[in-house]
């Protein structure tokens, strides 16, 4: 069993900046890709970033210049820096984690942009 316990999200005005997190615990032999994930109200989920665990990074194009992954593999941690908050980007975020061809999802962080 995996779990993924994500943190970090909130209220920001526009323009602004937040930094989520993403910690990966339990059964965990090797993580693959961890990216994050994001769904707005009414909106089908879609790919914030991912990112390799050889540190290959993609970005979704709305996203790119604004937003940067990382991870810190000896604490099974991947992070989204997001910068230059826009209204659009309000949504909830999930992190997602591939391990042995399995996908695990976290519970969700709720960001809210306001202007």
């Known amino acids: 069993q995996v779990q993924l316990v994500e943190s970090g999200g909130g209220l920001v005005q526009a323009g602004g900046s937040l930094r989520l997190s993403c910690v990966a615990s339990?059964?965990?032999?090797?993580?693959?890709?961890m990216a994050w994930y994001r769904q707005a109200p009414g909106k089908e989920r879609e790919l914030v970033a991912a990112?390799?665990?050889?540190?290959?990074?993609n970005y979704a194009d709305s996203v790119k210049g604004r937003f940067t992954i990382s991870r810190d593999n000896a604490k099974n941690t991947v992070f989204l820096q997001m910068n230059s908050l826009k209204l659009e980007d309000t949504a909830v975020y999930y992190c997602?984690?591939?391990?042995?061809?399995?996908?695990?999802w976290g519970q969700g962080t709720l960001v809210i942009v306001s202007s």
């Open positions: 339990g059964n965990i032999f090797r993580i693959n890709t």
């Open positions: 997602n984690v591939e391990i042995l061809s399995s996908q695990y």
């Open positions: 990112i390799t665990s050889g540190g290959s990074t």
